[in-house]
C-alpha cells in the first residue's frame, strides 16, 4: 500500500522560510484612512459652502420678490416690477453661478492635490516594500540553499 506524503510539514517549512509581513498592510489601511478623512474634509466644506451659497440666493431672491408683490397704482408699474425683479434674479444668479464654480474649482484642485500627495506616498512605500520583500527572499533562499 502506497503511503501519503505529510504535506502539512512541507507547507509549514515553507511558509517560514517566507515570512508575510502584514504590517505594510496595517501601513496601507492607515493611509487609506487618513486619505479618506482628508477627502471626506474637502467634501463637507465644499457642502457647507455651497448650503451657504444657496441659502445667500434664496434670501436675496425673496427679498426681491417682496419689492414686486407690493400693490402698485398704475398697471405699467406691474410690468416694471417685473421686469425689475427678473434683471436683479439674473444678476444675483450670475453672482451665485460664480460662486458656485468657485467651490467646484477648489474642491478639484485640493482633491488633485491629495491625489498626487497620495500617488507620492504610495509609490514611496511600494519602492520599500518591495526592496524589504527581496531582501528577505534572498535571504530566505540563501538559507534554503545553504540546508
Known amino acids: 500500500m502506497a503511503m501519503n506524503q505529510d504535506f502539512t510539514a512541507v ?4 511558509m517560514g522560510a517566507f515570512p508575510v509581513d502584514t504590517s505594510n498592510m496595517e501601513d496601507a489601511f492607515k493611509n487609506t484612512a487618513a486619505l ?12 457647507e459652502k455651497s448650503a451657504e451659497v444657496s441659502s445667500k440666493w ?3 431672491t425673496l427679498a426681491k ?4 408683490s407690493t400693490g402698485q397704482a398704475d398697471p ?4 416694471k416690477s417685473l421686469t425689475d425683479f427678473a434683471s436683479a434674479s439674473a444678476e444675483v444668479a450670475a453672482e451665485n453661478m460664480a460662486a458656485f464654480a468657485e467651490i467646484a474649482k477648489k474642491v478639484q484642485m485640493d482633491t488633485v492635490e491629495l491625489m498626487m500627495a497620495a500617488g507620492k506616498d504610495i509609490s514611496e512605500e511600494a519602492a520599500t516594500v518591495v526592496k524589504k520583500a527581496t531582501a528577505d527572499v534572498t535571504t530566505a533562499a540563501k538559507k534554503a540553499a545553504t540546508k
Open 11 to 14: 507547507m509549514k517549512d515553507m
Open 36 to 47: 479618506n478623512e482628508k477627502l471626506s474634509s474637502v467634501a463637507l466644506g465644499a457642502a
Open 58 to 60: 434664496a434670501k436675496e
Open 65 to 68: 420678490l417682496g419689492g414686486m
Open 76 to 79: 405699467a408699474d406691474y410690468a
